[in-house]
């Protein structure tokens, strides 16, 4: 089982990687610096919110509990 919040916190970290690769390919592309910000920050927050979605699924999502240990019932012995 994974920590809470584990893909919320890699999702963060991968909107910036991916915004800050925006800005530098959007610069290098000729892109006015204001403009490449701009599509870096949009950038940002959708991964951002897809991560925290994917955790809210995880966390919401009911557990199913493990089945109960099928007893033998004592009153059916085996006869030979």
Known sequence: ??????IARYG??????VALLSVWL???????FDYALLR???FFVIIAALGFGAEAVLL???VEA???P????ESQEVTE
């Open 1 to 6: 089982m994974i920590r809470p919040y584990t």
């Open 70 to 73: 099928i007893e033998a019932d």
């Open 12 to 17: 963060v970290y991968a909107a910036a990687g």
């Open 26 to 32: 959007g610069t290098r592309a000729g892109a006015a």
């Open 60 to 62: 919401l999502t009911p």
């Open 40 to 42: 870096a920050v949009f």
């Open 66 to 68: 493990p089945p109960a």
